[in-house]
């Protein structure tokens, strides 16, 4: 299986987040995907290849264009405004303000365009970004092209933004972009997220559309991020009405219960008549994972591959989450090695 990275990932490196009332070293950081990177050449898991320069076309199908303008120049007008460190957004527009006026200050302009201040913006994020929408750019195309399958190892992460919205260390959602690849080639797709938290990103993008699917097996929103989506009365409005499946699982979740809604998730793929699929692979349901709560042991990854290889579709797995940095490649490369174990 091919693996498509860039190095340009080290340009958005923020050094501090808000965690538990102090700020410490974000949990997104570097090092994730360089363990990642290690344990794929460690295994022999195929060629790791340089995706080229991002193609600006498939993030505009999937984001607002003023809000990409704002991903792009944020960081150089909050220095212009005089400030000192890095982008955090101080004040996010709540139930009861004004939503229809975009403010001038770049302060309120952070505040309209995120949805969690854990996220930060420095000087190069925005490369960094486009870095990653190009890993997953290429890794589509080698799909679509006949690879059969292919991963992206993108950093930032991508399924928690929305259309103009970031947070939870996404800026633009690359499995969302590639799902939009894939349905404007004419296939019918589906979206697996076995993140531990809810791509809330992916379902706003889809909600009412039919040929795309999507499934999300997340920690329960009334105890986990992003608390305010993911519930599974969410099943899709007007034409997407059934294309949309949410998994909710209390604390303390193992393999057991997981691995029934995993099958679950890849029945309604099959009903669903897909001929694509892009996973959100975040492998934070990992049972030492510092900021989840379900119990998967390193194994448990391995067992989830070699499900979702049972699909026999062409498949595109897209990095997201995994915050316990020492077992993120070995749980990583369980997925990738079940599946082509299978």
Same mark, same amino acid.
């Given at each position: 299986?091919?693996?498509? %990275? ?6 958005? %490196? ?7 009332? *102090? ?42 264009? @003023?809000?990409?303008? %704002? ?30 006026? /975009? ?29 990653? +929408?190009?890993?997953?750019?290429? !890794? ?6 006949? +690879? ?12 928690? +933004? ?10 633009? $959602? ?11 080639? @004419? ?12 791509? $809330?990103?992916?379902? $706003? ?40 499946? $949410? ?6 979740? +193992? ?38 709560? %379900?119990?998967? *042991? ?26 316990? /940095? ?15 174990? !299978?």
């Amino acid at each position: 299986m091919q693996t498509f %990275f860039s190095e340009d990932h080290r340009k958005h %490196f923020p050094q501090a987040e808000l965690s538990g009332g *102090q700020f410490v070293t974000p949990f997104e950081r570097p090092s994730r995907v360089e363990y990642v990177r290690a344990e794929l050449l460690a295994r022999g898991m195929g060629k790791i290849l340089a995706p080229g320069a991002a193609d600006m076309g498939p993030i505009e199908a999937i984001c607002d264009t @003023g809000y990409l303008a %704002f991903l792009e120049s944020a960081f150089a007008e909050w220095k212009a405004d005089g400030n000192a460190g890095e982008l955090i957004a101080g004040c996010i527009a709540p139930r009861g303000m004004r939503t229809d006026r /975009i403010p001038d200050n770049i302060d309120g302009k952070a505040g309209y365009y995120c949805h969690a201040s854990e996220t930060a913006i420095t000087a190069g994020t925005w490369e960094a970004v486009l870095s990653s +929408a190009a890993s997953a750019q290429a !890794a589509q195309r080698a799909v679509a092209g006949g +690879a059969g399958a292919a991963f992206a190892l993108c950093r930032p992460p991508g399924h928690h +933004a929305t259309a103009d919205q970031y947070g939870g260390y996404c800026f633009v $959602n690359n499995a969302a972009m590639a799902a939009q690849m894939f349905a404007e080639g @004419g296939a019918r797709v589906s979206v697996l997220d076995i993140d531990f938290h809810h791509g $809330n990103g992916t379902q $706003n993008i889809f909600y009412d559309r039919e040929d795309v699917l999507f499934a999300s097996l997340h920690g329960d929103p009334m105890e986990a991020y992003p608390y305010f989506l993911g519930h599974e009365d969410e099943r899709g409005a007007g034409a997407g009405e059934g294309a949309n499946r $949410n998994y909710p699982m209390k604390p303390g979740t +193992a393999w057991d219960e997981w691995g029934a809604a995993l099958d679950d998730a890849l029945g309604r793929i099959r009903d669903h008549g897909s001929e694509a699929l892009v996973v959100s692979l975040g492998v934070d349901a990992f049972k030492d994972d510092p900021i989840s709560f %379900f119990k998967l *042991q390193s194994e448990d990854f391995t067992r989830a591959g070699a499900k979702i290889a049972t699909l026999g579709l062409p498949t595109l797995f897209v990095m997201e989450g995994g915050y316990a /940095i020492e077992a993120v490649g070995i749980n990583t490369v369980n997925v990738l090695a079940g599946f082509e174990g !299978a």
